[in-house]
């Protein structure tokens, strides 16, 4: 049974925040340095002769743990940066529909928000009802704002803000059937919740791997339809651009960079096959759930699902300032977890990854009585 002690956070923290950016056990985090150390040793081989194989390789087996043709995945630095070279690749018009909800991630957001400034398309935003009843009261909502207009939908899997579930494989059928693009910002996706990207059969899915694959920072993927491949427009324009280059040739080098994030994941995957992950996903869940509903019970509150959501979950408080909370919370007990604001309420994101145990989160209950206002 892994424990605190397989990973590299500190001892005096009580850690709910891995959504934020992961963390990396100890044995993923050798073969990571291992590789910074083979790179250094020999620059010039690793990155002119041995480059190419060693990402084709590693590419390969995400591409298994992904369900994906190998030709139609590429690494990235994070799930925006994926993002972002598709939607700037996008031929919009003006009067042109992006449709959207209330629950996305503020730098995807952005990327929509300069879309359009760009392009004239409008942004339309469906208002996820909260507490969040059924994926069949949620798909209808959603598809009843889709006019003539709209071209794009972008939406998260998991949200950030709510950590909410979205049923994205009744989505992307339903969208299909419109011939509406599909861009799916998977993030909080790959390691908390199982992942088929051929069941899925979005247009676009780019997701993280630091953050619940447990790999290093600053390794993700991008997942394009081959039949949309020669839309794309690379990010960077370097020496894997020419005539005739696909899409791993045009997306894979940048440039002088590090390698080693991208070549450990197979690595991170291979450790949570060993450490029977989905037990672990079922555990985290089950002291998500119990904790919602204590904090939730203890306060008054209604939860923003009852189950809509895997090892992250948002959590309501009483009226209060959040960021405050949150704050006294790590400055006087070295509780780290996030505030978020969901329907101009205050919330926080608790994120359950398998060192995190009961006691914590009974600490975590105890000290909010502290920290709330009476």
Not at 233 to 252: K, T
Request: charged content about 25%.
């Amino acid at each position: 049974m892994l424990t605190r002690d397989d990973f590299l956070i500190r001892d005096d923290v009580v850690f709910f925040n891995h959504g934020s950016f992961g963390a990396c056990p100890k044995e993923v985090f050798k073969t990571y340095q291992e590789w910074q150390l083979e790179l250094e040793r020999q620059p010039v081989e690793f990155l002119n002769r041995r480059r190419v194989g060693l990402m084709e390789d590693a590419t390969e087996k995400i591409a298994n743990f992904l369900n994906a043709p190998a030709e139609e995945v590429v690494f990235v630095t994070n799930a925006t940066l994926g993002i972002n070279t598709v939607a700037k690749s996008l031929k919009l018009n003006a009067g042109d529909e992006i449709l959207s909800t209330d629950h996305e991630y503020g730098a995807i957001n952005k990327t929509m928000a300069f879309v359009a400034q760009k392009t004239g398309a409008n942004i339309v935003r469906y208002n996820v009802e909260i507490p969040y009843t059924t994926d069949e009261n949620f798909v209808e909502g959603f598809f009843e704002k889709v006019t003539d207009r709209t071209k794009v939908i972008v939406i998260s899997h998991i949200t950030s803000p709510s950590a909410l579930m979205f049923p994205i494989v009744m989505i992307c059928k339903r969208a299909r059937e419109h011939g509406i693009f599909t861009i799916i910002d998977g993030a909080h996706v790959p390691g908390q919740i199982p992942l088929d990207l051929t069941e899925i059969g979005a247009d676009v899915y780019s997701g993280n791997f630091h953050k619940w694959v447990c790999a290093p920072k600053g390794s993700a993927f991008l997942h394009v339809r081959k039949e949309h491949h020669t839309m794309i427009d690379p990010l960077v324009i370097s020496h894997g651009w020419y005539e005739g280059a696909n899409f791993f040739e045009q997306n894979e080098w940048h440039g002088t960079r590090d390698l080693s994030a991208y070549l450990t994941v197979p690595t991170a995957i291979q450790f949570q096959k060993d450490h029977n992950w989905d037990q672990v996903r079922k555990d985290c869940h089950e002291l998500a759930l119990s904790t919602q509903m204590r904090i939730c019970d203890e306060y008054g509150l209604t939860p923003l699902s009852e189950n809509q959501f895997s090892q992250m979950v948002t959590i309501p408080l009483p009226e209060c300032d959040a960021m405050a909370v949150s704050v006294q919370l790590y400055e006087d007990y070295k509780i780290e977890v996030p505030p978020t604001t969901v329907l101009d309420r205050p919330h926080l994101r608790v994120s359950f990854q398998v060192y995190n145990t009961a006691d914590e989160a009974q600490l975590l209950i105890d000290r909010l009585r502290d920290v709330l206002p009476s």
